[in-house]
Nanobody, 121 residues
Framework: QVQLVESGGGLVQAGGSLRLSCAAS????????MRWFRQAPGKERELVAG???????YYADSVKGRFTISRDNAKNTVALQMNSLKPEDTGVYYC???????????????WGQGTQVTVSS
């Protein structure tokens, strides 16, 4: 059984910062691309940032220059440092990963349960 558990969400004023973390645990052989998505009330879930196993990163245009994604392969974690937060960054943030479990099964788009981020104006 594989689990992705997010942490670090909360309430912050506009202009502030938060750091989200996602820890993967269970029968994992390898973690490949890891991503952060978010979903605002009444809106579709959208990709925020991603990082490949080799460390290549990509970002949504709306967060470029403000958010930084990073990973620690030894700890099976991915983080999202969010600076200069805006009210429109409010939403539930989800960790997402492509991985191979210990039986060799490949799982694409494995989701965590999400963590709430609220940015007040």
């Amino acid at each position: 059984q594989v689990q992705l558990v997010e942490s670090g969400g909360g309430l912050v004023q506009a202009g502030g910062s938060l750091r989200l973390s996602c820890a993967a645990s269970g029968s994992i052989f390898s973690l490949n691309t890891m991503r952060w998505f978010r979903q605002a009330p009444g809106k579709e879930r959208e990709l925020v940032a991603g990082i490949t196993s080799g460390g290549r990163t990509y970002y949504a245009d709306s967060v470029k220059g403000r958010f930084t994604i990073s990973r620690d392969n030894a700890k099976n974690t991915v983080a999202l440092q969010m600076n200069s937060l805006k009210p429109e960054d409010t939403g539930v943030y989800y960790c997402n990963a492509d991985l191979e479990d210990s039986s060799g099964k490949r799982l694409s788009g494995y989701w965590g349960q999400g963590t709430q981020v609220t940015v007040s104006s």
